[in-house]
T-cell receptor, first 114, second 111 residues
Framework: NAGVTQTPKFRVLKTGQSMTLLCAQDMNHEYMYWYRQDPGMGLRLIHYSVGEGTTAKGEVPDGYNVSRLKKQNFLLGLESAAPSQTSVYFC?????????????FGPGTRLTVL | SQQGEEDPQALSIQEGENATMNCSYKTSINNLQWYRQNSGRGLVHLILIRSNEREKHSGRLRVTLDTSKKSSSLLITASRAADTASYFCATVDQGAQKLVFGQGTRLTINP
């Protein structure tokens, strides 16, 4: 099992460009999450999904959109990137029960917006 | 907003010593989780302790939870160089659907 994988690992964007980060999990988990991590800070939740076809806003959703068309995939989109979105992005998944169980994290995507 | 606050922010000890990290939070929780993050990597789950539990063990790890003081501690015994990492506590409020992470404790084990 690969667990949780993220594509790409690194990306540099110019202000105003768009991109999509892909998260895939092979554990048949219902719940998936997108976080961002900034220097000296813990993780902050951007969006999450409690099942295929569902999405919900987290703590810092502005400037991001998500889609969960397939159970195993959770996409994070930036329509018009801004320097404030420079961060490391982590995807996570968990089984039925969501946050009442452990979360499994991907390796992260380091995004720089110039 | 961040719920858990870890203390200390950084800790440096000699290999073989015990390391203790603390986490304080503000609201009533369903559970509290500890995660480890090695430099440049994703987070790895260590232990989940529920609000009705007071102590849990996993190998060299011991976690305590005091809901009256709204605090938790993570003890790593007989530390090893491989334990060098950042450690985060994360809380789940009652009825919530999200983990809220603290800022982490950076642990360095010196050989």
């Amino acid at each position: 099992n690969a667990g949780v994988t993220q594509t790409p690992k690194f990306r540099v964007l110019k202000t105003g460009q768009s991109m999509t980060l892909l998260c895939a999990q092979d554990m048949n988990h219902e719940y998936m999450y997108w976080y961002r991590q900034d220097p000296g800070m813990g993780l902050r939740l951007i969006h999450y999904s409690v099942g295929e076809g569902t999405t919900a806003k987290g703590e810092v959703p502005d400037g991001y959109n998500v889609s969960r068309l397939k159970k195993q995939n959770f996409l994070l989109g930036l329509e018009s990137a801004a320097p404030s979105q420079t961060s490391v992005y982590f995807c996570a998944s968990s089984a039925v029960g969501g946050v009442y169980n452990e979360q499994f994290f991907g390796p992260g995507t380091r995004l720089t917006v110039l | 907003s961040q719920q858990g606050e870890e203390d200390p922010q950084a800790l440096s000890i000699q290999e073989g010593e015990n390391a203790t990290m603390n986490c304080s939070y503000k609201t009533s929780i369903n559970n509290l989780q500890w995660y480890r993050q090695n430099s440049g990597r994703g987070l790895v789950h260590l232990i989940l302790i529920r609000s009705n539990e007071r102590e849990k063990h996993s190998g060299r790890l011991r976690v305590t939870l005091d809901t009256s003081k709204k605090s938790s501690s993570l003890l790593i015994t007989a530390s090893r160089a491989a334990d060098t990492a950042s450690y985060f506590c994360a809380t789940v409020d009652q009825g919530a659907q999200k983990l809220v992470f603290g800022q982490g404790t950076r642990l360095t084990i010196n050989p």
